[in-house]
Nanobody
Framework: QVQLVESGGGSVQPGGSLTLSCAAS????????MAWYRQPPGKQRELVAR???????NYADSVKGRFTISRDNAKNTVYLQMSSLEPEDPAVYYC???????????????WGQGTQVTVSS
């Protein structure tokens, strides 16, 4: 009933920039926190950045000052602007959202399918 669709992944050179987008659709009453996670090859999934419905943001130390998370509540969309990409940044990036489908049901986590980011010279 709820779908998150990511876009914007690709390959860039070190120092380059990419912007990821994730749009939520379906039966949505409200969205609380939206976040980006990443999973490098052979490693566990880790939190990159998160943003509350009011715009409060948190970042992993490894991306502070380089990545910016933002959201458009009217479009149910979250963005991740990535700059100064480093060889440590390649991963599959996943979008996550805490969603309510109606006022009487608890929130649940919804995940996107992931988008690949590659950093290579």
């Amino acid at each position: 009933q709820v779908q998150l669709v990511e876009s914007g992944g690709g390959s860039v050179q070190p120092g380059g920039s990419l912007t990821l987008s994730c749009a939520a659709s379906g039966r949505i009453f409200s969205i609380n926190v939206m976040a980006w996670y990443r999973q490098p090859p052979g490693k566990q999934r880790e939190l990159v950045a998160r943003i509350s419905s009011r715009g409060t943001t948190n970042y992993a130390d490894s991306v502070k000052g380089r990545f910016t998370i933002s959201r458009d509540n009217a479009k149910n969309t979250v963005y991740l602007q990535m700059s100064s990409l480093e060889p440590e940044d390649p991963a599959v990036y996943y979008c996550n959202a805490e969603i309510e489908t109606n006022p009487w049901s608890p929130r649940f986590d919804s995940w996107g399918q992931g988008t690949q980011v590659t950093v290579s010279s």
